[in-house]
């Protein structure tokens, strides 16, 4: 029996997995774990259901140039073919000819030497992840507000000690449920939770407080709670003097945001937003958390900044049982922002122009800090980039489903299509493997070991229970094999631990540091918070409880203004359409659509009764959604818990992000998935 952590979700819940046979898990609970507590959702529970699917890739993939058809070779034929045909763009094009495009479910050692083999053996800049998509946004915000991001600074569990907690565009009964029960024993204590959310979800049915906004305006509307707090005198003064800089320039950006007008942009009834300030102002403690709803706009960053400027106003941040907090999305959402796979930053969350980093992580490495490339492109821009003049001509793509979960997917895909050589290292034939040229079958879960870092920057081991599929490699084996192909002056580990320990060493004295953290020390201590300095360092549960990460120590106030989405409804899209997930699916259900435990009833379109009436659709009858960027057939879903000038589509197959907008955020380059302009007919 071995202890060890869910496939999916940033949670991590902690689970113990029994071996019925050579490769076949049988999933039991680990009660000791004190993230979740021996609970799990349906979808940690049937995680053996991975092992079940007769899909499973075995053997390498190349596309046959006469046929057209993927076909089975050897290892060596592929890598051998991947290297030749890369060192020969890079020898006519140069090294950002090659992209490389990771992904946030990979584990710490695979996403730093993912980001290894971009800067030290391929020496390409083109490197970024499906993160961008995911985080970055609160990421982007949290690192300017107070000088270092990590997703929740403190345990989950702290959020029953609060007396409200606000969830901005999070569904956290259906995407973390074990994470729910934090909910009910804070309400049981008599606490109070507020979700805003432009639906009517599983989790707002367990709220106190409900405010549903028009998707996209939650900055609009954090702007009125803060005019509102400043109004009526409820700004924690003492705290901000001591604490803060900026609140003045603040103060001021917010006087004419009065309840009436926030009414008017957002949606929410005067009377509403004046109760959600006052029930704020009032608590002694209030938690604020922001999810993908909030942070997947073209103003996401600007609309966490407006949230933090409600939890400093208050005087939260750094104080216990309160603060503000990012419900991560993906398993190693955090770990995989930390480690080099991000187009900005080195290992331990340096910056790549940074002289003093670049000189430190390449000591590490082994090679010349000159020799390491610069910024390069972030996620969606480099992939629009893909096969074009100046744009990547080949790519390798490591944990990622591009062509589902890629905003404007259509166009994604064509330039996907456009490349000279398209790599895809997964488990399954996914949607994107299904148009590479070479597929490289690799483990997965179960069948390696390697750590995450959950939403608490809390840094798990997944440990191997079972044995691989005959024919399958590890990432850090493909990874190294490429390296070695294709020249790297340095050696690439493969074993995890070794790979581990290195990554300790390239962290150390960053932002997240992990120098300290051992994998022992994680097995003894049901994880380790970074950051963790040194091995005599308890590691850091609590964060900004003394002081900031900026260098004055103190938290920083943002002015940000209202902008609202970059597409609003008009004549030929009159609706808002919104994204989202459901219980049962994972991300892209690369994954989970392949576990016959859980149900797929594929993709469906959620309207209000008012809006069907209006355009003559019936629950269960196929209804079109068209965005300027395309168009998707699903059946209805007829509901009163959605707006009725709104529409929802879950995004786990494809279609969905057939519709998305490719708009991006200035700062975070994240795409603004969770609204755009749509047109629904019958
Ligand atoms: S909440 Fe997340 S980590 Fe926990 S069992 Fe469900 S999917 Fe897995």
């Given at each position: 029996?071995?202890?060890?952590?869910?496939?999916?979700?940033?949670?991590?819940?902690?689970?113990?997995?029994?071996?019925?046979?050579?490769?076949?898990?049988?999933?039991?609970?680990?009660?000791?774990?004190?993230?979740?507590?021996g609970?799990?959702?349906?979808k940690?529970?049937?995680?053996?259901?991975?092992?079940?699917?007769?899909?499973?890739?075995?053997?390498?993939?190349?596309?046959d140039?006469a046929?057209?058809?993927?076909?089975?070779?050897?290892?060596?034929?592929?890598?051998?073919?991947?290297a030749?045909?890369?060192?020969?763009?890079?020898?006519?094009?140069?090294?950002?000819?090659?992209?490389?495009?990771g992904g946030?479910?990979l584990?710490?050692?695979?996403?730093?030497?993912?980001?290894?083999?971009?800067?030290?053996?391929?020496?390409?800049s083109?490197?970024?992840?499906?993160?961008?998509?995911?985080?970055?946004?609160?990421?982007?915000?949290?690192?300017?507000?107070?000088?270092?991001?990590?997703?929740?600074?403190?345990?989950?569990?702290?959020?029953?000690?609060?007396?409200?907690?606000?969830?901005?565009?999070?569904?956290?009964?259906?995407?973390?449920?074990?994470?729910?029960?934090?909910?009910?024993?804070?309400?049981?204590?008599g606490?109070?939770?507020?979700v805003?959310d432009?639906?009517?979800?599983?989790t707002?049915?367990?709220?106190?407080?409900?405010v549903?906004?028009?998707?996209?305006?939650?900055?609009?509307?954090?702007?009125?709670?803060?005019?509102?707090l400043?109004?009526?005198?409820?700004?924690?003064?003492s705290y901000?003097?001591?604490?803060?800089?900026?609140?003045?320039?603040v103060?001021?950006?917010?006087?004419?945001?009065?309840?009436?007008r926030?009414?008017?942009?957002?949606g929410?009834?005067?009377?509403?937003?004046?109760?959600?300030?006052a029930?704020?102002?009032?608590?002694?403690?209030?938690?604020?958390?922001?999810?993908?709803?909030?942070e997947?706009?073209?103003?996401?960053?600007d609309?966490?900044?407006?949230?933090?400027?409600?939890?400093?106003a208050l005087?939260?941040?750094?104080?216990?049982?309160?603060?503000?907090?990012?419900?991560?999305?993906?398993g190693?959402?955090?770990?995989?922002?930390?480690?080099?796979?991000?187009?900005?930053?080195?290992?331990?969350?340096?910056?790549?122009?940074?002289?003093?980093?670049?000189?430190?992580?390449?000591?590490?490495?082994?090679?010349?800090?000159?020799?390491?490339?610069?910024?390069?492109?972030?996620?969606?821009?480099?992939?629009?980039?893909?096969?074009?003049?100046?744009?990547?001509?080949?790519?390798?793509?490591?944990?990622?489903?591009?062509?589902?979960?890629?905003?404007?997917?259509?166009?994604?895909?064509?330039r996907?299509e456009a490349?000279?050589?398209?790599v895809?290292?997964?488990?399954v034939?996914?949607?994107?493997?299904?148009?590479?040229?070479?597929?490289l079958?690799?483990?997965?879960?179960?069948?390696?070991?390697?750590?995450?870092?959950?939403?608490?920057?809390?840094?798990?081991?997944?440990?191997?229970?079972?044995?691989?599929p005959?024919?399958?490699?590890?990432?850090?084996?493909?990874?190294?094999?490429?390296?070695?192909?294709l020249?790297?002056?340095?050696?690439?580990?493969t074993?995890?631990?070794?790979?581990?320990?290195?990554?300790?060493?390239?962290?150390?004295?960053?932002?997240?540091?992990?120098?300290?953290i051992?994998?022992?020390?994680?097995?003894?201590?049901?994880?380790?918070?970074?950051?963790c300095?040194?091995?005599?360092?308890?590691?850091?549960?609590?964060?900004?409880?003394?002081?900031?990460?900026?260098?004055?120590?103190?938290?920083r106030?943002?002015?940000?203004?209202?902008r609202?989405?970059?597409?609003?409804?008009d004549?030929?899209?009159?609706?808002?359409?919104?994204?989202?997930?459901?219980?049962?699916?994972?991300?892209?259900?690369?994954?989970?659509?392949?576990?016959?435990?859980?149900?797929?009833?594929?993709?469906?379109?959620?309207?209000?009764?008012?809006?069907?009436?209006?355009?003559?659709?019936?629950?269960?009858?196929?209804?079109?959604?068209?965005?300027?960027?395309?168009?998707?057939?699903?059946?209805?879903?007829?509901?009163?818990?959605?707006?009725?000038?709104?529409?929802?589509?879950?995004?786990?197959?494809?279609g969905?992000n057939?519709?998305?907008?490719?708009?991006?955020?200035?700062?975070?380059?994240?795409?603004?998935?969770?609204?755009?302009?749509?047109?629904?007919?019958?």
């Open positions: 029996m071995t202890a060890t952590h869910c496939p999916y979700c940033s949670l991590q819940c902690g689970m113990r997995v029994t071996r019925r046979g050579p490769a076949v898990p049988e999933i039991g609970e680990w009660a000791e774990f004190p993230v979740n507590r609970a799990l959702c349906r940690g529970w049937s995680a053996a259901g991975l092992y079940a699917g007769r899909e499973r890739l075995t053997t390498p993939l190349l596309r140039r046929t057209g058809e993927l076909t089975p070779v050897g290892w060596d034929e592929a890598l051998d073919t991947i030749d045909r890369l060192s020969a763009l890079r020898a006519e094009r140069g090294p950002d000819a090659v992209g490389v495009f946030g479910g584990t710490n050692e695979k996403a730093y030497q993912l980001g290894k083999l971009a800067r030290v053996a391929l020496g390409t083109q490197i970024d992840y499906n993160g961008r998509w995911c985080m970055s946004s609160a990421a982007t915000a949290g690192t300017r507000a107070f000088g270092l991001d990590r997703g929740l600074p403190f345990p989950l569990a702290d959020i029953e000690q609060a007396d409200v907690v606000v969830l901005v565009g999070s569904n956290l009964a259906e995407t973390m449920p074990p994470a729910a029960r934090h909910l009910d024993a804070l309400r049981e204590r606490g109070q939770v507020v805003i432009p639906r009517r979800t599983a707002a049915d367990r709220a106190d407080v409900f549903q906004p028009v998707p996209g305006f939650d900055l609009a509307l954090a702007l009125g709670v803060l005019h509102l400043v109004a009526g005198g409820l700004v924690d003064e901000v003097a001591d604490r803060t800089s900026g609140w003045a320039d103060r001021d950006s917010v006087g004419a945001w009065w309840p009436e926030v009414e008017r942009v957002t929410v009834p005067a009377p509403e937003v004046r109760a959600l300030a029930l704020l102002g009032g608590a002694e403690r209030v938690v604020v958390l922001t999810a993908r709803g909030a997947q706009h073209a103003t996401g960053s609309t966490v900044l407006a949230w933090i400027n409600v939890a400093l005087g939260m941040c750094g104080t216990p049982g309160a603060g503000y907090g990012c419900l991560t999305g993906q190693n959402g955090q770990g995989g922002r930390e480690h080099g796979q991000k187009a900005d930053q080195l290992p331990g969350y340096r910056m790549i122009d940074d002289p003093v980093a670049r000189e430190h992580v390449a000591s590490v490495w082994g090679v010349p800090a000159d020799s390491l490339p610069g910024k390069g492109r972030s996620a969606y821009e480099m992939l629009d980039a893909l096969g074009t003049d100046d744009g990547p001509s080949a790519l390798l793509v490591f944990g990622s489903n591009i062509v589902v979960s890629a905003p404007n997917a259509t166009r994604v895909t064509a996907l490349l000279d050589l398209l895809v290292a997964d488990v034939l996914s949607e994107t493997a299904a148009i590479a040229d070479v597929v079958p690799v483990t997965q879960w179960a069948e390696e070991t390697g750590t995450m870092t959950n939403l608490e920057g809390r840094v798990i081991l997944r440990q191997r229970a079972v044995s691989p005959a024919g399958v490699r590890s990432d850090l084996d493909v990874i190294s094999g490429l390296a070695t192909r020249g790297s002056p340095v050696p690439f580990a074993d995890p631990e070794e790979v581990f320990s290195e990554l300790g060493r390239a962290s150390a004295g960053g932002k997240a540091d992990y120098a300290g051992t994998y022992a020390r994680i097995r003894d201590e049901a994880g380790v918070f970074w950051p300095p040194s091995p005599g360092h308890a590691g850091t549960p609590r964060m900004f409880l003394d002081s900031f990460a900026h260098p004055d120590g103190r938290a106030f943002h002015v940000v203004e209202h609202g989405p970059a597409e609003v409804p004549a030929d899209y009159p609706v808002h359409l919104t994204t989202g997930r459901v219980l049962a699916q994972y991300q892209s259900g690369a994954q989970t659509r392949r576990v016959r435990e859980l149900p797929d009833s594929g993709p469906f379109v959620e309207l209000h009764p008012m809006l069907a009436g209006r355009i003559g659709a019936v629950d269960g009858a196929p209804v079109s959604v068209t965005t300027r960027r395309g168009s998707m057939t699903a059946s209805a879903r007829v509901v009163t818990t959605i707006r009725p000038d709104t529409v929802f589509v879950p995004f786990h197959w494809v969905a057939r519709l998305t907008n490719d708009a991006l955020d200035p700062a975070s380059r994240m795409p603004e998935f969770k609204v755009c302009a749509a047109a629904v007919t019958a």
